[in-house]
């Protein structure tokens, strides 16, 4: 029973376009998500949140969309840069709960 | 450095043979857990600990132990490693279960033949 899941396997873009990797829960408990990205042979490290008392939370490059009603979110990055290449793993918590999706690999092409 | 470590980093074992992956972070957080990695099926989580002695089972914790004697220390234990139990597996640390950030150690390869 996968309660987050993201669809894409993986997702290629161009050096400088956007890329948006999506992410879809289906436990409404759930009221705060994360992104984390993983490089190859690392762990995973923390990228960005979001509280679900909010639509949208920005840093730099990195923005993440939530929408409620959808159970989604989504994290873009703007403008892609090739060392963004990596696993993003999106997660979401609940009280004394925090579920992982399955990754979306990210390969930004020069 | 605020780190979490694991040992070994790869490990390549037979089926029945005892082993214990070590997990140690220090950052005094009270949460740690262990999770596996595998293919399509992103992180899964094995075990927790919520604070020293205090530990719990995840959604996967069939064929694994843990421990928890010091906060720091949260060890990996496979009694009889199995060959479905090759995986990546993390480690991670956090001030709690919810609503933060968890901090991953850089991973343990394991292959049981």
């Known amino acids: 029973d996968q309660q987050v899941k993201q669809n894409s396997p993986s997702l290629s873009v161009q050096e400088g376009r956007i890329s948006i990797l999506n992410c879809d829960y289906t436990n409404s408990m759930f009221d705060y998500f994360l992104w984390y990205k993983k490089y190859p042979a690392e762990g995973p490290t923390f990228l960005i949140s979001?509280?679900?008392?909010?639509d949208k939370n920005e840093d730099g490059r990195f923005t993440v969309f939530l929408n409620k009603s959808a159970k989604h979110l989504s994290l873009h990055i703007v403008p892609s840069q090739p060392g963004d290449s990596a696993v993003y793993f999106c997660a979401a918590s609940g009280q004394n709960d925090m579920r992982f999706g399955a990754g979306t690999r990210l390969t930004v092409k020069p | 450095e605020a780190q979490v470590t694991q040992n070994p980093r790869y490990l390549i074992t037979v089926t029945g043979k005892k082993l214990t992956v070590t997990c140690s972070q220090n950052m005094n957080h009270e949460y740690m857990s262990w999770y596996r990695q595998d293919p399509g099926l992103g992180l899964r989580q094995i075990y927790y600990?919520?604070?020293?002695?205090?530990?719990d089972k995840g959604d996967v914790p069939e064929g694994y132990k843990v421990s928890r004697k010091e906060k720091r220390n949260f060890p990996l234990i496979l009694e009889s490693p199995s060959p479905n139990q090759t995986s990546l597996y993390f480690c991670?640390?956090?001030?709690?279960?919810?609503?933060?950030?968890?901090?991953f150690g850089p991973g343990t390869r394991l292959t049981v033949l």
């Open positions: 991670a640390s956090s001030s709690g279960i919810s609503y933060n950030e968890q901090f």
């Open positions: 979001i509280s679900s008392i909010k």
């Open positions: 600990s919520m604070n020293v002695e205090v530990t």
